[in-house]
């Protein structure tokens, strides 16, 4: 045995080279795997860590300059950042890349109102209800856009459009409350208040105060 041991540290030098090559090829390939950086933003985004997500979504990019969903989610952090200019240009060359996504437009389209584009933001809506009929989303974004053009009448068809679509969206019913009380039509936002006490016990909370307690109500989105 005691003759053996050189041999056998031998064998491990010669083959300790390959090994830590293998190891250091692994380690390089990581931090290069574009697909890593995406998931790396979403759990920053997930957090809280917003600057830290765009950081992430812009290695994804770099590293896969064609990379649409990566540009799609670099938009939505920078909308929640209120940098609505780099918002907009992330998701244009989104949908560049993959035009008929209809998700990407519905989310340009809250961009757009946040910017008080109202007339951009109804044609991204309907652009992307084109695109996705079945995007309840996108219906609840363009009652949203209508609801600040003073349009009432029209966000309160889109809100009942995304209701058939979604049931379970409570947004839309906290929404089309608001659209209701807009209209003197309290009757009508009670029923959504008691729909909404099972889908979201705080929106229907909120919709209350504004019913009973004349409280000033801000339609949600995103």
């Not at 010669?14 to 931090?31: D, F, H, I, K």
């Not at 300059?65 to 940098?83: F, I, K, S, T, W």
């Not at 947004?171 to 889908?199: C, P, R, S, W």
Request: one cysteine or more; proline letters at 4%; aromatic letters at 10%.
């Amino acid at each position: 045995m005691k003759r053996t041991l050189p041999w056998l540290i031998l064998i491990l030098l010669a083959t300790m080279p390959t090994a830590l090559a293998q190891v250091g090829q692994s380690t390089r390939q990581e931090p290069n795997d574009a697909a890593m950086h995406y998931r790396l933003g979403l759990e920053h985004y997930r957090a809280g860590r917003y600057k830290d997500a765009v950081e992430s979504f812009k290695q994804a990019i770099r590293l896969e300059p064609e990379y649409a969903e990566a540009y799609h989610r670099l938009g939505y952090v920078y909308d929640d950042l209120g940098q609505y200019k780099d918002a907009l240009e992330a998701y244009q060359r989104a949908i560049q890349l993959k035009p008929e996504d209809g998700g990407m437009y519905s989310n340009m389209a809250v961009t757009y109102r946040k910017m008080g584009r109202y007339k951009e933001a109804v044609e991204a809506c309907q652009r992307a209800i084109r695109l996705r009929p079945d995007l309840a989303e996108a219906y609840n974004n363009l009652g949203v856009t209508y609801y600040k053009m003073g349009r009432h009448s029209e966000a309160m068809e889109s809100y009942r459009e995304a209701i058939r679509l979604k049931p379970e969206m409570a947004d839309a019913h906290f929404n089309l409350g608001i659209v209701y009380l807009a209209m003197k039509e309290k009757g009508a936002a009670l029923e959504q208040h008691l729909i909404l006490k099972t889908l979201s016990p705080d929106l229907a909370n909120k919709l209350y105060g504004g019913i009973y307690k004349d409280k000033l109500l801000i339609i949600t989105n995103r």
